[in-house]
T-cell receptor, first 115, second 116 residues
Framework: AQKITQTQPGMFVQEKEAVTLDCTYD???????LFWYKQPSSGEMIFLIY??????QNATEGRYSLNFQKARKSANLVISASQLGDSAMYFC????????????FGTGTSLTVIP | ETGVTQTPRHLVMGMTNKKSLKCEQH?????MYWYKQSAKKPLELMFV???????ENNSVPSRFSPECPNSSHLFLHLHTLQPEDSALYLC???????????????FGPGTRLTVL
């Protein structure tokens, strides 16, 4: 079974609007971390936001927020006030405590911001 | 230099060539990783080094050979590759303190490899 599932291969959003990128995960480990990365066309993976499995509040970093619904095993990324520079691939990832160093990545969502 | 650097950024090689990819991290991290990224596929973790010791080898063919001489440098030696090995190879580092609450992975810009 896939550890991380991103069901939206491509998304479009109007500039200045908000957009939600979906991510669901599969784990039986009670302790895990969830991450979102942005990959522009240049190729570099850029860390955006982190949510720990025991965190009580949803993580926020500037225009990025993570809608963490633990019972549903979802960790959707919300980008508010989209900018043209937000156009990129977005990857959801998970790290389980018991597997130590291994990160699991989804297939990514391509976001295009329309002027 | 800051962060994670990778050289070369682009590499074209024939199937009989031998080449090496280099990764260097300037963040003082204790773990380094090699990933392969092919089109329309999730990132594939290839190798993990923790304190210079290899801790993961995800069934990677022997034509890929990693080397970690110290905690700041990581190499991927390539020989007799196949065209299907063409991909973006990403290096990452992180500081692992034993829990998922650890810091995120920091990635390098990647090496775009084309095997002819």
């Amino acid at each position: 079974a896939q550890k991380i599932t991103q069901t939206q291969p491509g998304m479009f959003v109007q500039e200045k609007e908000a957009v939600t990128l979906d991510c669901t995960y599969d784990t039986s480990d009670p302790s895990y971390g969830l991450f979102w990365y942005k990959q522009p066309s240049s190729g570099e993976m850029i860390f955006l936001i982190y949510q720990g499995s025991y965190d009580q509040q949803n993580a926020t970093e500037g225009r990025y927020s993570l809608n963490f619904q633990k019972a549903r095993k979802s960790a959707n990324l919300v980008i508010s006030a989209s900018q043209l520079g937000d156009s990129a691939m977005y990857f959801c990832a998970m790290r389980e405590v018991n597997t130590g160093n291994q990160f699991y990545f989804g297939t990514g969502t391509s976001l295009t911001v329309i002027p | 230099e800051t962060g994670v650097t990778q050289t070369p950024r682009h590499l074209v090689m024939g199937m009989t060539n031998k080449k090496s990819l280099k990764c260097e991290q300037h963040l003082g991290h204790n773990a380094m990783y090699w990933y392969k990224q092919s089109a329309k596929k999730p990132l594939e973790l290839m190798f993990v080094y923790n304190f210079k010791e290899q801790t993961e080898n995800n069934s990677v063919p022997s034509r890929f050979s990693p080397e970690c001489p110290n905690s700041s440098h990581l190499f991927l030696h390539l020989h007799t590759l196949q065209p299907e090995d063409s991909a973006l190879y990403l290096c990452a580092s992180s500081q692992n303190n034993g829990g998922a609450q650890d810091n995120e992975q920091f990635f390098g810009p990647g090496t775009r490899l084309t095997v002819l």
